[in-house]
């Protein structure tokens, strides 16, 4: 069915429509949000905020861009809202410690199990994707979204709202600061 009829049935409030919007989109939602949280619940959790506000705020989408690119512009803001709260538990969880006898520390272990990787490749894409979390924000985002989603350039600026010239600029500068991380790693681990 065509995304803009299914667009125009939610609109209307058609149950229906959003259960096949859930269905046809739920995989590029999930794995986008997977690639820049690196945790499957975190990921299960954004993805079911990610269609809530679809749901929601479906009648503010204009149709100026695809489907697609609203969806992933939704799941990047709620997976970098999710990493914020998140760093903000974390941080008053040390506060926390601070001021009273118990010496645990608090741990968030990685758990990165993107469904494009191949489990011999877990601990490599591991590796680099703690990396890839140590890049600042439109750095991760713009890396997550060509190596990982394997969009174009034009489909980033478009999901970003910024120029082509932007996403080369923040691509070249991801690759250049993930050689530095990774060549650490690897003399470290010699």
């Known amino acids: 069915m065509n995304e803009w009829i299914l667009i125009e049935q939610l609109k209307q409030g058609d149950q229906t429509a959003f259960k ?21 619940e975190d990921a299960e959790d954004v993805a079911q905020e990610v ?13 100026e861009s695809k489907l697609s690119t609203w969806l992933y512009r939704i799941t990047i803001s709620k997976a970098m809202d ?7 538990k974390k941080r008053f969880a040390f506060v926390k410690n601070l001021f009273t006898d118990e010496n645990e520390a608090v741990i968030h272990p990685p758990d990165f199990n ?6 011999d490749n877990r601990e490599k894409s591991a590796i680099l994707m703690k990396a890839v979390n140590q ?10 979204l060509h190596k990982i989603e394997g ?11 910024t120029t082509v010239s932007s996403v080369e600029s923040l691509m070249h500068r991801a690759k250049s600061n993930l ?11 010699q």
Do not use: C
Request: hydrophobic share 40%.
């Open 20 to 40: 096949k919007i859930v269905a046809a989109w739920q995989d590029l939602v999930y794995n986008t949000a997977i690639g820049i949280l690196q945790n499957a």
């Open 51 to 63: 269609f809530v506000q679809v749901y929601e705020s479906i009648h503010h989408f204009k149709g």
């Open 82 to 88: 999710h990493i914020r709260r998140k760093n903000r």
């Open 114 to 119: 993107h469904p494009g990787v191949i489990l």
């Open 135 to 144: 890049l600042a924000d439109n750095q991760r985002i713009a890396f997550t």
């Open 151 to 161: 969009l174009s350039y034009q489909e980033i600026s478009d999901v970003m709202e």
């Open 179 to 189: 050689k530095k991380t990774l060549e650490k790693y690897y003399q470290q681990d």
